[in-house]
Structures are given as structure tokens and as C-alpha cells.
């Protein structure tokens, strides 16, 4: 199994987008997605840094894709994906079916964690239309991956998020800013105030969910680290990992370690534990709520 | 402009079509509808009643199919299309490419409508949809501002259908796995939002707390009216501070801009709802109605009759109106 980056989730300023890259090129990770998909607004970079920093990693013996908008509503921001279709040296991963539109016939892309890809039809038509790779959505159970792995077409690759915080959903409204008192209009920019997103709490304090300007994320990081066993048993071909403020590479290298067999599941599920700001869950790889964690009590 | 109703038994169908709906969307009893709630809904048997019934007053009946099956649940969902095909529904709104393409190649006569499920919020999307699915009609997700409602409807090739009344989903529909995080079923896999079978309500001496599968999703003191805990209805901590922090209890209205979406060349407003009562979809049908046809008669006069949203403001979430993302101030 290959280990990927997911595209960086939260608005970080250039020089730590830089930084983070840079040292992502000593990294044990195969494959590096770039770019915004969550918030047109987000201009630290524009196309070009994005190209350099690929080019960088290319070097660095990295897979590179290019990733794009999740929610695509403007002519602007149709015109930012045509951009990142025509840039004819990296493979793009679609987010929207706008970018499946404009990749179909042009060769090899992938789709994205954010297209609803929940049946082996599907599958096949996206296959058809030039997918060589899909990233499972996260709220997919082992079972129903089971099924979609038996019957997808040959030479589809499979990607499945593995670690970080799940991104679930997506609005037109940005919570970040309505925290602030803010229209997204004049935003000013807050979410650069948290490279890790804004923690919702409920009222008896525990952490629920993560607002990360229109996106809003779980606040427990999603680690499957104990069952990658399980993982190859059902051919998966990649471990998706997200990026988070602090410790991605790190997470990354004690992954790649139980991967390899250097470090037993257990002893990397410990070791995990000093990069996790929150609880951790796995209940949607068990076919269930996916906050739930295995082995805890479930409250119903 | 016509006005599409909300059904979940024949005789909400009946109210809708009584009270000047020129459709009325419906969903059979399965998990392949995204209002799969227990006791609501249509048997095929039923829907074929429905449809007499609509056809006597010349009016349509839409059969949503809108969640996205699973291998497991696939053959449930082909069944219903084949089902629909062979009941004779007007159209078959859909989500899923892999059952457009069964849908569009097993009944090619079939009516498809583009779901709201589908998240199509742009040109492209809605162009892939068309082009490989001959789709006729796409509900625009809630998302969208009035601008570009208007420069949608200008540049795609497809009819374009709006909410116009009801329940306000703050995400992207089809694009929220809310639901699934914290119970286990969502809209997209199971036709569900915060199911009821995860509620649990529960007094305490300072009021009421509702949970969702254990997760605290409000309090309410002592005589504050309490809501449905829809989870990104509730109210949470951010920065210290306890508000509504996805979205208040509040319902879509859009009187006020009927006559920018009659000129912008909107087709069809919907309205959210089939698992409301018949009385809520009759009152919203009429009131609809009555505003549609006085806007129709006189565009560039009409403003909502004070009567009109006062009748609908009766049955609102909270009580409270908004013009959703349609009014740019809101995103």
C-alpha cells in the first residue's frame, strides 16, 4: 500500500504551506495532493506556487496530483478549475462533477473523496470517462468498500482516508466568520487564526465538530492505524492521510513503519497519540456512526 | 412558473393537487428517497392512485429516487425505476450517475430530473448531467445566490427548478455526512437527517436537553420552545461562547424574490416538506399559489400580502423566515 497527503484542508499562510512541503520531501509518502479545495477566497497561493511546490516534489520522487473545489459556484471559480485541467504536466483530482466534466476524455484523473461514488455503476462509468483512481467517501463502510472492491474495473486504484480529522460537509455559508460576526464577504481572512480549524464544543463540553471556513470537519481524528491489516485484506491501494498544523510527517512516518511491519499496529496506535489534539474514531470502516470508536462503549 | 408540492400519503397528494400544485413529488416506502422516515411515503399501488388522481386535474406527479444506492440496496433502487417507468410517472428525479445511466438506457421515453442531492451548483456539472444523461430539469442546491441562480439559468440547457418554501439545509445537499458521523445513517446512504430512532430528550430541573445518539444537541430553559435536534440546528460552544453555530431553526421563504425568479426564467418552485401534514402542505400549497398567480398577473407590482406571510410564518421552523443564500448577505 502507498501512503498520499490529502490536499491541506485550513487557510496557512505561503511560508508555512512552503515549509510544510518542504519537509514532506523526506517524508515516507508516495503521493502529494496540492492545491484549495475548500475556499475560493483562499488566494495565499495561486496556481504557479502550487505548480513550483509540485515541481519540487517531483523531484523529490513524489507522485504529484492536483486537487480542486469542492464547491464550485462562481465563473471565477470555473475558470480557476479550467486552469488547473489545462496545466498539462500534472493528473488532477475532481471534487466536483464540473471537474469530471471538463477531465473526461483527457486521460487519466482521480476522483476525489468529495464525488459520490457509491455503487460498482458508478464506478465503472467514472472509470470510463478516464478515472484510473478513486478516494472512497468517507462515510462508506467496509462492507459496502468489500462489494465495490470486487467489481471495480481493472485497473482502478483505490484510496481510502485513513488518518486526520474527516471532512463532512460543506456550505455556501462560512461558520468561521459567523463565529466572528462576520459575513463571509468580509471575512478578513480569519480562518488564518486556526491552522487546525475553530473547535465546536456541545454545552457539556465535550468536542463534536471542527468548523474550517465552509467545510466543517469531526473534531476526533478518523485512524484506522489498527485496522490496516483488514485494509489490505480488502486490496486497498493507498492510505489517505490529512494534513494537520503540527505532525504530519511525523504521523506519516510511524504509519509507513506499521505498514512495513517495523512496528506493530498497537505500538503505532500508541505512538499516534502524542499528534492527537482530540479523541479518535473508526466507526465508519465498522459500518457505524462515525464518531464511535471500536472497543468503546456505544451510548444510544 | 409552476409550483411543485411536497407529498408523503395520498392525501397530502390530493391536498396539493386541491390547492393549485402543478406537480407534486412523492417517494416510494424504501430507502431510496431522502425523506425515508418511518410511516411516510408510497406504495407502488398508492402512487398509482396518486397518479389518477393528478391526471384528472392535468397535473404532474415526480417520483424522487435520490439517495445513492449501495451495492446492497442497488437492486431495491433499480426496482423502483423500473417500477416508476411502468406506473407511468411524469418524471423520476435522480442523483446517482450509475442509476441515470441504468434509468436513461433501460426507459430512454423516462422524464429525468437532476436531484438536489446531486449537488450540481455550476454550468459543468449540470452540462455532464445533460449531456450524458439527457436530463431535463436540475433542483438547484440551496447554496446558490440569486445572481447566480439567474447567470445558471441563462447558461445551461436544462430547465431549472428552486426551493421556494420550507426547511433550510445549511450544507451542500448531497455533500453532508453530518447525519452519518454521529448516527450512523445520512441522507446520502439511508434517505435520513438525525434520525428520530437517535433522539433521546431528557428533562432536567433547568429544562430540557435533546440528544442525537448521545451527543448533546440543545438546552432549552423552562418554557423556551423546543425543536426537532436536526444536529446542525443545535446550539454549541465556540470560542466560549453558545449559539446556533451551523444555522438557526429557520425556514426558506422566497415571496419576496418571486417576481426576480419569474424574470430571471426559473421553471418550477419547490417546496420542502413531504414529511409534513397534509394541513401544513394544503395551507402552503394555497398561500403559494395565491402568490404565484397574483405575481404571474402583475410582476412588476406584486409584494407578498401581509396575510400571506403571516400564514406562513404559522408554520415556520422557529418561527423565523430568511431568503437563504438567494440573499448574498447570508453566505
Known sequence: MKISIAPIPYFWEKDRVLAFYQQLQDAPVDIVYLGETVCSKRRELGLTNWLAIAEQLTVAGKEVILSTLTLIEAESELAGLKQIVENNRYPVEANDMAAVQLLAGRGKFVIGPHINTYNSKTLALLHEMGASRWVVPVELGNKTISSLQNNRPLGLETELFTYGRLPLAFSARCFTARAHNRPKDSCEFICLDYPDGLTMYTQDKASFLVLNGIQVQSAAIHNLITHLDELKKQHIDIIRIAPQAEGTTEISTIIKHALDGGLSQDMAAKQLEQYQSNNVCDGYWNDQAGMSQSGSPVDV | ?331
Open chain 2, 1 to 331: 412558473m409552476e409550483l411543485i408540492c411536497p407529498a408523503g400519503n395520498l392525501p397530502s397528494l390530493r391536498a396539493a393537487i386541491d390547492n393549485g400544485a402543478d406537480a407534486v413529488y412523492i417517494g416510494f416506502r424504501n430507502a431510496t428517497n431522502a425523506r425515508n422516515f418511518p410511516g411516510l411515503n408510497f406504495s407502488p399501488e398508492e402512487a398509482i392512485e396518486g397518479l389518477h388522481y393528478a391526471k384528472e386535474s392535468g397535473k404532474r406527479i415526480f417520483l424522487a429516487v435520490n439517495t445513492y444506492a449501495t451495492p446492497e440496496s442497488w437492486k431495491e433502487a433499480v426496482d423502483t425505476v423500473d417500477t416508476a417507468a411502468e406506473i407511468g410517472v411524469d418524471a423520476l428525479i435522480l442523483a446517482d450517475i450509475g442509476l441515470m445511466q441504468y434509468a436513461s438506457h433501460s426507459h430512454p421515453d423516462l422524464r429525468l430530473h437532476l436531484s438536489v442531492q446531486a449537488s450540481a451548483t455550476n454550468r459543468h456539472a449540470i452540462a455532464l448531467y445533460h449531456e450524458r444523461f439527457g436530463i431535463k430539469r436540475v433542483v438547484l442546491p440551496r447554496v446558490l445566490s440569486l445572481a447566480q441562480v439567474q447567470n445558471l439559468v441563462e447558461k445551461t440547457a436544462v430547465e431549472v427548478e428552486v426551493f421556494g418554501y420550507g426547511s433550510l439545509c445549511v450544507m451542500v445537499e448531497g455533500r453532508c455526512a453530518l447525519s452519518s458521523f454521529v448516527t450512523g445513517d445520512s441522507p446520502n446512504s439511508a434517505g435520513v437527517c438525525s434520525p428520530a430512532h437517535a433522539v433521546r430528550w431528557v428533562e432536567t430541573p433547568s429544562g430540557r436537553e435533546s440528544y442525537l445518539n448521545g451527543v448533546l444537541i440543545n438546552r432549552y430553559k423552562n418554557k423556551e420552545m423546543a425543536g426537532y435536534p436536526t444536529l446542525c440546528k443545535g446550539r454549541f460552544q465556540v470560542n466560549d461562547k453558545v449559539f446556533h453555530a451551523i444555522e438557526e431553526p429557520t425556514s426558506l421563504n422566497l415571496l419576496e424574490i418571486l417576481p426576480d425568479l419569474l424574470k430571471s426564467g426559473v421553471t418550477a418552485i419547490k417546496v420542502e416538506g413531504r414529511q409534513r401534514s397534509k394541513a401544513y402542505v394544503s395551507l402552503v400549497t394555497r398561500t403559494l399559489r395565491e402568490a404565484l398567480d397574483a405575481c404571474l398577473a402583475d410582476p412588476e407590482n406584486f409584494t407578498p400580502s401581509s396575510d400571506s406571510i403571516a400564514q406562513l410564518m404559522l408554520l415556520s421552523e422557529g418561527s423565523c423566515h430568511t431568503l437563504g443564500a438567494y440573499h448574498r448577505p447570508w453566505q
